[in-house]
């Protein structure tokens, strides 16, 4: 069994950043795309970012493009969300998440999320 730990949420200023990261135990995540997803109050849970095995393809929402930057440390087994620019309605709790494939397929492990909320 996998799991996911999110950690690195918190208070920030419109325009600050923060870097959130996905520490994964209990199995290798090499062979797994990673994902990460953010819930606002009152709203589905949608898509941010996702990156490939290998990390050399990413993908994001138009909302985050230009603003947030998605990687991965092997060695570590983490999967990191830099967050920059930041914006009031970029609050949220956001998710990561593993599937095996890239860009297709079903996301098999989630963690528990990190609160992430940005002042006017």
């Known amino acids: 069994q996998g799991q996911l730990v999110e950690s690195g949420g918190g208070l920030v200023q419109a325009g600050g950043s923060l870097r959130l990261s996905c520490a994964a135990s209990g199995r290798t995540f090499s062979n797994y795309a990673m994902g990460w997803f953010r819930q606002a109050p009152g709203k589905e849970r949608e898509f941010v970012a996702e990156?490939?095995?290998?990390?050399?393809?990413?993908y994001y929402a138009d909302s985050v493009k230009g603003r947030f930057t998605i990687s991965r440390d092997g060695a570590k087994n983490t999967v990191y969300l830099q967050m920059n620019a930041l914006k009031p309605e970029d609050t949220a709790v956001y998710y990561c998440a593993a599937r095996r494939t890239y860009y297709t397929g079903i996301f098999d492990y989630w963690g528990q999320g990190t609160q992430v909320t940005v002042s006017s």
């Open positions: 990156i490939s095995k290998t990390g050399g393809s990413t």
